[in-house]
C-alpha cells in the first residue's frame, strides 16, 4: 500500500515524492512488466503505478492457462484484464491523493503543483503465454503497434517445479523458456522503443543475479536437453541471463545512440510469493510453512526498483561492483536483493557470452522471432 511506502524501512523517500509522480506523467514514463499478475511481478507494476508510470502489465489470462495456450482475443477485454487494470489504477489514485495529503501535511508542497490529485495513467493489460516465444512475439508486436517508447522493462515470469525436461510447443524446455529464452525474446523485440526513452531506459529481470553457480556443460549441452536436473535448470537460466543480458548491454554500447539503456540481472532473495504453487502438494505445504518468514513483495519491488528503474528516473546511478566495472565496460549490472552490487561468476567469459547468444539467436529464430545471428 502506499502508506507503508511513505514509512517503510526499505523505502526511498527521495524517489516516492509528488514530483516524480508528476514527473512520470508529463514526460509519460512507460513501463512493461511481465509476470504482472501476481508475487513480484504484481509488486513491481503497483510501485511503478504509484510512482506515476504507465504500466503495462503482462501476464497469463487466467490462472489455468498451459504451456499450449496462447494469447486471448484482443477485441475484448477479458475479466483479468478489467481487473488487473483497475487494481493498478487504484494504486495511482491513492499514490497521488497520498501524497498530496503528506506534502500539505508537512508544508512542502510545490508552489507549481496542482491543489488536486493528478490523473492517473492509462494503464493497460496484454495478454501473453510467456512459455511460446512466438506468444511474446505477438504480445509485444502488440505493444509497439500502440507505444514508439518504453522506459522500463521488468520481466519476473518463471515458474518453480521438480519435473525434468518438460518441452514447450517449440521444443524448449518450459523452466529455461520462462527463465531465459522469453526474457532475452522480450528485450530484443522491445529494444526499438526502449532505445527512444529519455529517462534512460533499464531493462531488469529478475532472478538470480549474483547468486547462481555456472553452468559449466552450456558448451555441450546448452539446451540442457541432455543433462538435465533441477540444479543444472537453475544455474544455467541464472548464468545464461548474465552472459546474455551483457551482451545486449555491449550490443547497444556499440550504437552512439543507445549508450543510455542499462541491463540489469537482480536476485530478489526470499519473498513471501505463491511460489512453489507448481510443486508436488506435500512439497507445496513445506513450503507454505516458511512463506511467512519471506519478504513482503512489496518491499522486494522496491529495493529492485529503487536501485534501477527509480534511480534513472531521478538521474542517480544504479549500484554497480567496481570488480565487474560494469557502467565503465557497457556490460550487464548484477543486482542483490537489497539494491547492492553483487559480482559475476568467475566463468563469465567472452567466450562463454558469444557461445550463449548465438544459442540463443538460433532458439528465437526457430521461434520465427527476426533477430539477427
Same mark, same amino acid.
Given at each position: 500500500?502506499?502508506?507503508?511506502?511513505?514509512?517503510?524501512?526499505?523505502?526511498?523517500?527521495?524517489?516516492?515524492?509528488?514530483?516524480?509522480?508528476?514527473?512520470?506523467?508529463?514526460?509519460?514514463?512507460?513501463?512493461?512488466?511481465?509476470?504482472?499478475?501476481?508475487?513480484?511481478?504484481?509488486?513491481?507494476?503497483?510501485?511503478?503505478?504509484?510512482?506515476?508510470?504507465?504500466?503495462?502489465?503482462?501476464?497469463?489470462?487466467?490462472?489455468?492457462?498451459?504451456?499450449?495456450?496462447?494469447?486471448?482475443?484482443?477485441?475484448?477485454?477479458?475479466?483479468?484484464?478489467?481487473?488487473?487494470?483497475?487494481?493498478?489504477?487504484?494504486?495511482?489514485?491513492?499514490?497521488?491523493?497520498?501524497?498530496?495529503?503528506?506534502?500539505?501535511?508537512?508544508?512542502?508542497?510545490?508552489?507549481?503543483?496542482?491543489?488536486?490529485?493528478?490523473?492517473?495513467?492509462?494503464?493497460?493489460?496484454?495478454?501473453?503465454?510467456?512459455?511460446?516465444?512466438?506468444? %511474446?512475439?505477438?504480445?509485444?508486436?502488440?505493444?509497439?503497434?500502440?507505444?514508439?517508447?518504453?522506459?522500463?522493462?521488468?520481466?519476473?515470469?518463471?515458474?518453480?517445479?521438480?519435473?525434468?525436461?518438460?518441452?514447450?510447443?517449440?521444443?524448449?524446455?518450459?523452466?529455461?523458456?520462462?527463465?531465459?529464452?522469453?526474457?532475452?525474446?522480450?528485450?530484443?523485440?522491445?529494444?526499438?522503443?526502449?532505445?527512444?526513452?529519455?529517462?534512460?531506459?533499464? %531493462?531488469?529481470?529478475?532472478?538470480?543475479?549474483?547468486?547462481?553457480?555456472?553452468?559449466?556443460?552450456?558448451?555441450?549441452?546448452?539446451?540442457?536437453?541432455?543433462?538435465?536436473?533441477?540444479?543444472?535448470?537453475?544455474?544455467?537460466?541464472?548464468?545464461?541471463?548474465?552472459?546474455?543480458?551483457?551482451?545486449?548491454?555491449?550490443?547497444?554500447?556499440?550504437?552512439?545512440?543507445?549508450?543510455?539503456?542499462?541491463?540489469?540481472?537482480?536476485?530478489?532473495?526470499?519473498?513471501?510469493?505463491?511460489?512453489?504453487?507448481?510443486?508436488?502438494?506435500?512439497?507445496?505445504?513445506?513450503?507454505?510453512?516458511?512463506?511467512?518468514?519471506?519478504?513482503?513483495?512489496?518491499?522486494?519491488?522496491?529495493?529492485?526498483?529503487?536501485?534501477?528503474?527509480?534511480?534513472?528516473?531521478?538521474?542517480?546511478?544504479?549500484?554497480? *561492483?567496481?570488480?565487474?566495472?560494469?557502467?565503465?565496460?557497457?556490460?550487464?549490472?548484477?543486482?542483490?536483493? *537489497?539494491?547492492?552490487?553483487?559480482?559475476?561468476?568467475?566463468?563469465?567469459?567472452?567466450?562463454?557470452?558469444?557461445?550463449?547468444?548465438?544459442?540463443?539467436?538460433?532458439?528465437?529464430?526457430?521461434?520465427?522471432?527476426?533477430?539477427?545471428?
Amino acid at each position: 500500500m502506499v502508506t507503508s511506502l511513505l514509512s517503510a524501512r526499505c523505502a526511498i523517500p527521495n524517489y516516492f515524492t509528488r514530483a516524480a509522480y508528476q514527473r512520470s506523467l508529463t514526460t509519460h514514463r512507460t513501463a512493461v512488466v511481465v509476470g504482472a499478475t501476481s508475487g513480484i511481478g504484481q509488486a513491481c507494476a503497483h510501485r511503478l503505478a504509484e510512482q506515476g508510470f504507465l504500466v503495462i502489465a503482462v501476464g497469463r489470462d487466467n490462472a489455468t492457462t498451459t504451456s499450449s495456450s496462447s494469447s486471448s482475443s484482443p477485441d475484448a477485454p477479458s475479466e483479468r484484464a478489467k481487473t488487473v487494470v483497475e487494481s493498478l489504477t487504484r494504486a495511482s489514485t491513492n499514490a497521488a491523493s497520498q501524497l498530496l495529503e503528506h506534502d500539505d501535511n508537512n508544508n512542502n508542497k510545490s508552489t507549481n503543483s496542482p491543489d488536486s490529485p493528478l490523473p492517473p495513467p492509462t494503464h493497460e493489460f496484454i495478454a501473453c503465454n510467456a512459455f511460446s516465444l512466438r506468444d %511474446v512475439q505477438l504480445a509485444a508486436k502488440t505493444i509497439l503497434a500502440k507505444h514508439d517508447k518504453i522506459d522500463a522493462l521488468i520481466m519476473t515470469q518463471g515458474m518453480a517445479t521438480t519435473q525434468g525436461f518438460t518441452p514447450t510447443a517449440e521444443g524448449n524446455d518450459e523452466k529455461l523458456t520462462l527463465h531465459y529464452y522469453s526474457r532475452m525474446a522480450w528485450a530484443w523485440l522491445l529494444l526499438p522503443a526502449l532505445k527512444k526513452s529519455t529517462m534512460p531506459a533499464v %531493462v531488469l529481470s529478475i532472478l538470480s543475479g549474483g547468486v547462481h553457480s555456472p553452468y559449466n556443460n552450456y558448451a555441450q549441452d546448452p539446451s540442457l536437453k541432455n543433462s538435465y536436473s533441477i540444479k543444472n535448470a537453475a544455474d544455467a537460466a541464472g548464468y545464461y541471463n548474465d552472459l546474455g543480458l551483457d551482451h545486449l548491454a555491449r550490443h547497444c554500447n556499440n550504437d552512439d545512440d543507445n549508450k543510455k539503456i542499462a541491463f540489469c540481472h537482480a536476485s530478489p532473495g526470499f519473498v513471501n510469493t505463491s511460489w512453489g504453487k507448481e510443486f508436488h502438494p506435500l512439497l507445496r505445504s513445506m513450503v507454505r510453512l516458511f512463506q511467512p518468514l519471506g519478504r513482503n513483495p512489496a518491499d522486494c519491488a522496491e529495493y529492485m526498483l529503487g536501485a534501477t528503474v527509480l534511480a534513472r528516473d531521478a538521474g542517480d546511478d544504479i549500484p554497480h *561492483n567496481h570488480i565487474d566495472d560494469a557502467n565503465e565496460s557497457g556490460g550487464v549490472y548484477i543486482i542483490g536483493q *537489497n539494491g547492492e552490487p553483487k559480482t559475476l561468476t568467475k566463468q563469465h567469459t567472452p567466450e562463454a557470452r558469444a557461445f550463449i547468444w548465438e544459442h540463443t539467436v538460433e532458439v528465437l529464430q526457430k521461434a520465427g522471432i527476426d533477430i539477427p545471428s
